[in-house]
């Protein structure tokens, strides 16, 4: 069956510390352009890797991977709230695969989930309900990590899984790309943001306000050249860009996971994401870029990607 691929950078900032008229004109086309995309491809479901911002998962269980056969937005950032529309048995049926592989993920009948999915859900077709998903965790805030090699073979044991399901399957990576926003790091915080590290859920709207203050804080200094957060880094992002679109993922096992954040910031590890989409792609054929929009947008602290691309032996007629 035909697959495809959409990988977008989120940004909970966007419309709340926007960059000039002509940036939002911008990614607002790309983003048109994205979601005629994906109409014309008309998937029948949709495997979203994104990762989670201490707002669904925490330390005190905290998984490389987690696949959802059940998932829950908890509806940060006034993204949409309530349950996905998880495919179920296809979310087994990928987890048998990639269990199968080697690749020992979690597994949830109830993953909760941030900004990190709803968002793109929401803006690539319109909701977290809108068409059947199956929402697959990848942990890029909370170190320590696993190499990335390993995200590049999850990709390609979940899109070898895709290819069985008789499904138009389209490939989601959401985050990324150099970035650095006043994420809280375990080892460098003190007990009481420890805490909320290790178990932070159902925090108070008062307590969840403020957090969301503080990184719109954050990016409005960073926006102004106040902030003292890592720039970004767009000649890095066009260099993972140009890989990406090449199809040589292997190279980029060898990238340590120090050297992401030396040259992208710490949240650069969201790109794991678009790793495992395209590693995903890549399973089911050659593919081709279709089509690849970027700018770094300090204002909501995000070099600024949105791409789609097709496998060759894919098209978008029914
Ligand atoms: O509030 C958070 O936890 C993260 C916000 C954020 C800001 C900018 C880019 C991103 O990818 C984010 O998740
Ligand atoms: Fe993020």
């Not at 509806?75 to 495919?87: I, R």
């Not at 059947?132 to 899984?161: D, H, Y």
């Not at 996971?257 to 050659?286: C, K, M």
Request: hydrophobic share 40%.
């Amino acid at each position: 069956m035909p697959v495809a691929l959409c990988a977008m950078s989120h940004s909970p900032l966007m419309g709340r510390n926007d960059p000039d008229q002509e940036v939002i004109d911008a990614v607002d086309a790309a983003f048109d352009h994205a979601r005629r995309f994906i109409a014309d491809f008309a998937p029948d479901l949709i495997v979203i890797f994104a990762p989670d911002h201490y707002n669904g998962v925490f330390y005190d269980l905290l998984p490389p991977f987690c696949i959802g056969a059940g998932a829950q937005s908890v509806g940060d950032y006034g993204t949409e709230a309530g349950p996905l529309d998880v495919d179920r048995d296809a979310a087994r049926t990928i987890t048998r695969e990639v269990l199968d592989s080697g690749i020992d993920a979690a597994f949830s009948e109830r993953m909760h989930v941030d900004h990190g999915f709803a968002q793109a859900l929401q803006l690539l077709v319109g909701s977290i309900i809108a068409v059947p998903t199956v929402p697959i965790f990848i942990n890029s805030v909370a170190e320590p990590l696993g190499p990335v090699s390993r995200v590049r073979l999850l990709g390609e044991t979940v899109g070898r899984a895709a290819n069985k399901l008789d499904k138009r399957v389209l490939f989601v990576g959401s985050g990324g790309l150099s970035h650095d926003p006043p994420i809280p790091q375990f080892t460098s915080s003190p007990e009481q943001v420890r805490e909320r590290l290790i178990d932070g859920r159902n925090p108070s709207d008062a307590e969840r306000k403020a957090r969301e203050q503080r990184v719109i804080t954050a990016g409005r200094d960073f926006a102004a050249g106040t902030a003292t957060i890592q720039p970004l880094n767009p000649h890095w992002d066009q260099h993972l860009l140009e890989i990406l679109a090449s199809g040589e993922l292997e190279q980029i096992d060898t990238w340590t996971n120090d050297w992401f954040v030396e040259q992208a910031g710490h949240s650069s590890h969201e790109v794991r994401t678009w790793i495992a989409a395209y590693a995903a792609l890549h399973a089911n054929g050659p593919y081709q870029v279709t089509s690849s929009f970027y700018r770094a947008i300090p204002e909501w602290i995000a070099g600024f990607a949105i791409t789609t691309a097709l496998t060759l032996s894919s098209n978008h007629t029914k």
